[in-house]
């Protein structure tokens, strides 16, 4: 029965699922339903009854468990189903009851805004009244803060007034310093007329009190002998009444810096004068500028109007009357001056503060004259000339600080700038045109001495080098990073250009490219690479780097990504494309040369190559080995070329040049003597002495291994002297390592050595076994026998 039953299950089981299997296509989600369910029973099934038929028994009790479940989740379903329709008729009357009052509420609302209206219009006629009445309050409380300030200035005005009276100089710098923070305070009213008044009025005591305190100072300035215009021929005794005098001097001078407060807030609402290249600067101390005004009168006495003194040639008169001012007046400020400064807590270097006024003197008169140079070159030229020395001076002697702007940014307000950037270039080209005209150009001005000449640089590169060493000193100091770039620019071209000027020499020298200018030449070209190359790594030029990276392109051109990066790292240099540039124009100079010299060369070689190298007598057979008489013309050529270069080109150079001879003789030999020819025993041991004996000597002078630049011909040597047996076997290693080695023979000599290793025993490393066989092959003729 129990049998039965689980395959009437099953079946019915097959039924739901052929019956899932018969439904409509559209209907996934009841076949994925159908599927979960079928899976469920399964698993339900195997779980509870599992393979086991004894286990059947179980299905009556797994039956009644799960009708028993389906009678409950039935009843949960009915509960769920009744209580559902009550809690929506529970929500429909409590939104019923909700609408009820919210009309309630509008309706109220609706009224209490009928109310409002009628009660505001009632209200407005009310309402502008009092708007009138608050207005008029309004304006009597300005005006009564008007009358107010008015009281308080006249309040001022009097007070200062009777201090002045009974001299009470403290109170009445206190008071014009309120004066003065009242007028700051009113800045931003609408006031105008009052503001003018009180401007008007503290200008007016301020003078006063400043004139009073400046005539005191001037009093007490002359009895200490102020100013020095002159340094003194004999030391001036003290005053009688010198301690009351310094008691008076910091007592002025403390009060004048009091009054400097009032002084500064009036004087940043002066619009002051901007001149071109100039930043502005705090003023200066009021006490300083007191002490500058008889020194002021006298520089434009002396330096404007029609005084024969105020010339534009002379440029030097005035900037070195200032630094003599300078000088003499210097100790006075800190002997005098300075203590009491710091005495008074003021943050003031009087040395530098004098500088600076008397600076302002030299900067005025500049900014007047350089417009009026800037058609005759010769004075623009003096001008820059002495305004570079005064600006050295300026720092140098009387330690004037870098952050302060010194006379060089007259130099740079762009008209002006320009012209010295053209005059620089039109006096540079005159200079390299005069130079390369005269008769001495490119010989050195130090041949006669060793030790300096070692470039052996011609005078006309030495002295363009200079002119460029000279333009940079000129512009070093120059306080903005673009105008250095615009003159590093200028050398720039200026270089290039001398370039041009040596390759035109240089072709026209060409046909004679072992003569002494176009040696000279090639000194030139080499010289100015290596100065080139020494000012990359210089500070200043590195500085100009990286300055050349944020702002170069406005100077120097677009630069590009891979040049821009290369400085930013320090890996390249400003010079970089102009040092490719020589260096093309050396090696083609070089090149030129060494052709020259070994046409020549194999000119005088042609006997040597084809003599009789397979008929000559054995070693034995000779008394002694000599040099073969058809090598001495070559050799005798050889010593010749180089003696003569080495006087002529500089150590660098003449060092590319043997090493580059002795690589293209290397080769011309080896190709053209010993592989053109056949050799016996002495033709070999002849060649051997002419090479190791006379040649590598030759070049001994300038290395202590000449044959280890003639490998070609060393190597060469060796393979042809080698004795009978050893150059046997050498055959039998390089045929069996060209036919290849049977494998029972190479299991019988597994020590065969390779081709290579044979022949780096013999000394051999620059020659492959290819050329070793057909060297071999060149004494075959006596290897024979």
């Keep these: 029965m129990a049998a039965a039953a689980v395959e009437q299950d099953n079946n019915s089981m097959n039924g739901e699922d052929s019956g899932v299997n018969k439904s409509e296509p559209g209907s996934s989600c009841a076949e994925g339903v159908g599927g979960c369910v079928e899976q469920h029973v399964a698993e339900l099934l195997q779980r509870e009854i599992g393979g086991d038929l004894k286990s059947l028994r179980k299905v009556g009790g797994l039956l009644e468990k799960l009708t028993a479940e389906n009678m409950l989740l039935e009843e949960q379903v009915l509960t769920v189903s009744s209580s559902v329709p009550l809690r929506v008729s529970a929500a429909l009357s409590a939104a019923e009851e909700a609408r009820t009052k919210l009309e309630v509420l509008l309706q109220k609302e609706r009224l209490l805004s009928n109310t409002l209206q009628q009660h505001l219009q009632g209200a407005q006629s009310w309402a502008d009244s009092l708007g009138q009445t608050l207005g008029q309050l309004d304006t009597l409380e300005r005006h009564m803060k008007y009358l107010q300030c008015l009281a308080r200035i006249e309040e001022l005005s009097d007070s200062i007034q009777q201090f002045l009276m009974t001299n009470s100089v403290w109170e009445a710098i206190g008071a014009v310093g309120n004066m003065a923070t009242l007028d700051m305070g009113l800045q931003e009213s609408g006031c105008s007329h009052l503001q003018a ?22 009093e007490v300035l002359t009895q200490l002998h102020w100013p020095i215009v002159s340094p003194p021929t004999q030391s001036l005794s003290p005053p009688a009444n010198a301690q009351e005098l310094n008691s008076q001097l910091e007592l002025l001078v403390s009060q004048l810096l009091s009054l400097q407060m009032s002084d500064d807030l009036i004087s940043e609402k002066k619009e002051l004068p901007t001149r071109p290249g100039l930043p502005q600067t705090p003023p200066l101390s009021l006490p300083i ?17 029609n005084r024969q003194t105020n010339s534009l040639n002379k440029p030097e008169w005035y900037l070195t009357q200032v630094l003599v001012w300078m000088g003499h007046n210097s100790p006075f400020m800190e002997e005098k001056i300075q203590p009491i400064l710091d005495r008074a807590g003021a943050n003031v270097n009087a040395k530098v503060e004098l500088c600076r006024g008397l600076l302002t003197l030299a900067q005025e008169k500049l900014t007047h004259d350089a417009p009026r140079l800037l058609y005759d070159d010769t004075l623009f030229c003096h001008l820059v000339d002495e305004v570079l020395q005064f600006e050295k001076e300026l720092r140098s002697t009387h330690a004037y600080p870098s952050t302060y702007p010194g006379a060089l940014p007259i130099l740079l307000e762009e008209t002006v700038f320009q012209k010295w950037l053209s005059v620089e270039r039109k006096m540079a080209v005159e200079k390299v045109d005069a130079m390369l005209s005269t008769e001495g150009a490119w010989s050195s ?48 071209e200026l270089v290039d250009d001398f370039r041009i000027r040596l390759t035109q020499v240089m072709k026209e020298e060409s046909r004679q490219p072992l003569g002494a200018r176009y040696c000279a030449i090639l000194n030139a070209a080499n010289y100015i690479s ?3 190359s020494d000012w990359g790594d210089n500070v200043f030029f590195l500085q100009l780097q990286q300055a050349a990276v944020s702002v170069g392109e406005e100077v120097l051109g677009p630069l590009g990504v891979t040049e821009s990066g290369r400085l930013a790292s320090l890996e390249g240099s400003l010079f970089e494309g102009l040092l490719a540039l020589l260096e093309r124009l050396r090696g083609d100079m070089l090149g030129r040369l060494l052709e020259a010299v070994m046409r020549d060369v194999k000119e005088k070689a042609y006997p040597y190559s084809r003599d009789k190298w397979i008929s000559l007598p054995l070693q034995c057979d ?30 660098p150079l003449f060092q590319m040049f043997w090493q580059g001879l002795a690589e293209r003789l290397d080769l011309f030999l080896y190709q053209d003597v010993i592989l053109y020819n056949h050799f016996n025993e002495g033709g070999a041991a002849q060649l051997q002495f002419d090479m190791t004996r006379n040649l590598f000597p030759l070049f001994g ?61 013999l000394g051999v490393y620059k020659l492959s076994a290819s050329d070793a066989q057909i060297l071999l092959n060149l004494r075959s003729a006596w290897l024979n026998h």
Aim: aromatic residues 8%.
């Design 289 to 305: 500028q007191i002490m500058l005004l008889p020194l002021s009168k006298r520089f434009r006495y002396h330096f404007t109007g």
């Design 530 to 532: 290596t100065v080139l």
């Design 701 to 761: 002078h300038y290395c202590k291994r000449p044959e280890n630049f003639f490998k070609h011909v060393k190597e060469a040597c060796i393979i042809l002297n080698l004795k009978v047996g050893p150059a046997l076997l050498l055959c039998d290693v390089l045929k069996q390592a060209e036919e290849g080695v049977e494998e029972e023979e190479a299991s019988v000599r597994p020590q065969q050595p390779t081709p290579e290793s044979a022949l780096n025993e």
């Design 197 to 218: 008044f009180l401007r008007e009025t503290l200008h007016f005591w301020h003078k006063i009190l400043k004139d009073k305190l400046a005539s005191d100072f001037e």
């Design 445 to 492: 001005q130090y041949k006669d001495i060793t030790d300096i000449d070692e470039l052996k640089a011609p005078d006309c590169a030495e002295t363009f080098m200079t002119l460029l060493l000279v333009i940079t000193d000129r512009y070093r100091s120059l306080p903005c990073p673009q105008a250095q770039l615009s003159f590093l620019a200028l050398q720039r």
């Design 622 to 651: 000779q008394a002694t080995m000599s040099l073969s008489s058809s090598a001495c013309p070559m050799l005798l050529c050889l010593r010749d070329h180089l003696l003569q270069l080495q006087q002529l080109l500089c150590l």
